[in-house]
């Protein structure tokens, strides 16, 4: 592998730490704008989550190659029609 090739892969593998990072703060957001659902209404933290969402998302760097896809991808099992599911902790 050339020097160049192997930069090029390793620029690639900083590319969706990035995206996990960015979404993982949408996450952050929405499970924030979750908790102070008592100070407010749905409807405004639903405003507000949605505003930090599109901010966030707005800093998202997809690869020059990165093209939009009509369909999910096959064999994934619709994951991405769903909202993510994190496993619940269990304390022992």
């Known amino acids: 592998m050339t020097e ?3 930069c090029r892969s390793v620029g690639m593998m900083r590319r969706p730490r990035r995206l ?3 979404l993982g703060a949408v996450a952050l957001a ?3 704008s979750g908790i102070a659902a008592g100070a407010g209404s749905e409807r405004a933290n639903r405003r507000a989550a949605q505003r930090d969402a599109a901010r966030l998302l707005a800093h998202v760097v997809l ?3 990165a093209v939009r896809a009509a ?3 096959a064999g994934d ?3 991405l029609a769903r909202p993510g ?3 619940a902790a269990v304390n022992r």
Request: glycine share 0%; hydrophobic share 50%.
């Open 30 to 32: 929405a499970a924030v």
């Open 77 to 79: 099992r619709h994951d």
């Open 4 to 6: 160049t090739r192997a």
């Open 71 to 73: 369909a999910e991808p």
């Open 63 to 65: 690869p020059a190659s």
């Open 20 to 22: 996990i990072v960015v």
């Open 85 to 87: 599911q994190v496993p």
